[in-house]
């Protein structure tokens, strides 16, 4: 269990790619509808699209975990301060 703990970047960017390539290869063999721009400017558009996001999430959910363990404190809302307040 430590080793999957340990690589989870490479476990999430080895799936990353695997649903990819499927998706790739699903979109080349059947496409839908005729395509309106060229394939190469839309998958750029949508990988660039995919790693900002990535960015964002591991910037701002640290954070934002840290802004709710604060207002918690401030509230006396926390599991700790329920402990406390049922043993006085």
Same mark, same amino acid.
């Given at each position: 269990?430590? =080793?999957? @703990?340990?690589?989870?970047?490479?476990?999430? #960017?080895?799936?990353?790619?695997?649903?990819? !390539?499927?998706?790739? #290869? +699903?979109?080349?063999?059947?496409? @839908? *509808?005729?395509? %309106?721009?060229?394939?190469? !400017? *839309? +998958?750029?558009?949508?990988? =660039?699209?995919?790693?900002? /996001?990535? &960015?964002? #999430? %591991? &910037?701002?959910?640290?954070?934002?975990?840290?802004?709710?363990?604060?207002?918690?404190? *401030?509230?006396? !809302?926390? !599991?700790?301060?329920?402990? /406390?307040?049922?043993? %006085?």
């Amino acid at each position: 269990m430590s =080793g999957v @703990l340990t690589s989870e970047g490479v476990l999430s #960017l080895g799936s990353f790619l695997a649903v990819l !390539a499927a998706m790739t #290869l +699903w979109e080349t063999l059947a496409p @839908l *509808r005729v395509l %309106r721009m060229p394939k190469r !400017a *839309r +998958w750029i558009a949508n990988l =660039g699209l995919a790693a900002l /996001n990535t &960015l964002f #999430l %591991r &910037l701002l959910f640290p954070a934002a975990a840290g802004g709710a363990a604060a207002t918690a404190c *401030r509230a006396h !809302a926390g !599991a700790p301060d329920s402990v /406390n307040r049922t043993s %006085r």
